[in-house]
């Protein structure tokens, strides 16, 4: 049985610090085979269409340092891992695109800028998917109102079990067909909740722990909310502070 680590939508430097010192951690004393970050690792947050903070000094050496210092950490106690692209790192490639006489030069591509390779990390641009098993990896594109409808509409587009990022919820979408039961997961979060860009947003912190059986590709996935931003529960076991 292979065991993954997936996570998500950190959105460094808009990333819960706490938080995501807790999830390393934890992935450091459960050795899984492998890691996803399953996109939105970074914001890539000048690069962004959107109004900006301009006294926020928030640039790209910033979270290529923050995300350099995560692989490292995953790097020793970790077989096997993936960096799939979310819309967020896409940006990179879209201004590559508004300036072509950049586009071409291979050494801006964002695995290269991100030093993806010097940490063992593979690398899927926006859109790529993993799959565990019978269970499909990819960030996700599309957003709806309530938690679990995401995955649903996600299962409906791929018509199989799959798990997505992208909302920043956690949620489960069951569906039973001629070929068996099949489920979609939203993965949750974990960047702030107090982002300055959206308020009060319906978004919840979390993970997910998959088991994989490698011979007949069944999958079991815990999802893991995280509680007040200082523990959670895996198994019976308390993570984190009382």
């Not at 970050?37 to 340092?65: A, H, Q, T, W």
């Not at 350099?68 to 695109?97: C, I, Q, S, Y």
């Not at 059986?213 to 523990?231: A, H, S, T, Y």
């Amino acid at each position: 049985m292979n065991t993954w680590v997936i996570v998500n939508d950190l959105q460094i430097p808009w990333h819960d610090q706490p938080v995501l010192d807790l999830v390393v951690s934890f992935v450091k004393e459960l050795r899984p085979h492998g890691v996803i970050l399953n996109g939105d690792v970074v914001d890539c947050y000048d690069l962004s269409d959107f109004d900006r903070n301009p006294m926020k000094d928030y640039g790209l050496n910033r979270e290529i340092d923050a995300s350099g210092k995560l692989m490292a950490a995953l790097v020793p106690v970790t077989k096997e891992r993936w960096w799939l692209g979310g819309n967020h790192e896409d940006r990179f490639r879209r201004m590559l695109w508004r300036n072509p006489h950049l586009a071409k030069v291979r050494a801006l591509r964002f695995p290269t800028i991100f030093h993806l390779g010097d940490y063992g990390f593979q690398w899927k641009p926006y859109g790529g998917f993993l799959t565990l098993g019978k269970l499909m990896v990819t960030h996700g594109s599309q957003v709806l109102k309530h938690s679990g409808q995401t995955g649903r509409a996600h299962f409906e587009k791929y018509g199989t079990s799959i798990l997505i990022g992208h909302t920043h919820r956690l949620g489960i979408y069951y569906r039973r067909n001629i070929r068996g039961v099949h489920a979609a997961y939203e993965n949750g979060c974990l960047c702030r909740l107090d982002p300055e860009y959206v308020q009060a947003p319906d978004w919840q912190q979390g993970f997910s722990v998959v088991h994989v059986d490698p011979n007949k590709g069944w999958f079991n996935v815990q999802q893991i909310p995280i509680l007040q931003r200082r523990r959670f529960f895996y198994g019976p076991d308390l993570v984190g502070k009382r």
